[in-house]
């Protein structure tokens, strides 16, 4: 895959990563942060459907993959400094997050404390087999 002089605009970090941030292109809603080695990007960027670089897995991985719910991207943007991505995306399934939540940012800080404020959609152990690992 040519991956051509766009990709040096980025500014990787020192494990060859750049932050991602995954946005509701409807509402605005940030639904998840991940990383993007090059090669993510550029498949990203290519194929119009979010891919990302797993630091637990240590591997590409195309979001979606084993849930089913993946993310088309309608727009990419980097920031001024160059070390974030903002991906504007439909989310199909309407589920971002591995706990089967619209959006991995479901804690609100209220009273002292970390509340859970968005219901869960569909249980993770019918979306992977197996419940959410942390």
């Given at each position: 895959m040519d991956t051509g002089n766009w990709l040096?605009?980025?500014?990787w970090d020192d494990k060859g990563l750049v932050t991602a941030i995954a946005q509701?292109?409807?509402t605005q809603r940030v639904l998840m942060v991940a990383w993007m080695d090059r090669q993510a990007l550029?498949?990203?960027a290519?194929?119009?459907?979010?891919?990302?670089?797993?630091?637990?897995?240590?591997r590409l991985w195309k979001k979606g993959e084993e849930s089913g719910h993946l993310q088309t991207v309608?727009?990419?943007?980097?920031d001024c400094d160059g070390d974030v991505i903002v991906l504007q995306i439909t989310q199909v399934g309407g589920?971002?997050?591995?706990?089967?939540?619209e959006s991995c940012f479901y804690r609100v800080w209220r009273d002292g404390a970390w509340q859970v404020t968005d219901p869960v959609r569909k249980d993770p152990a019918a979306i992977y087999g197996h419940g959410p690992s942390a």
């Open positions: 040096d605009a980025v500014r509701d292109a409807a550029a498949l990203t290519v194929t119009g459907v979010a891919h990302y670089f797993s630091r637990s897995r240590g309608s727009e990419m943007r980097l589920i971002a997050c591995h706990t089967g939540r």
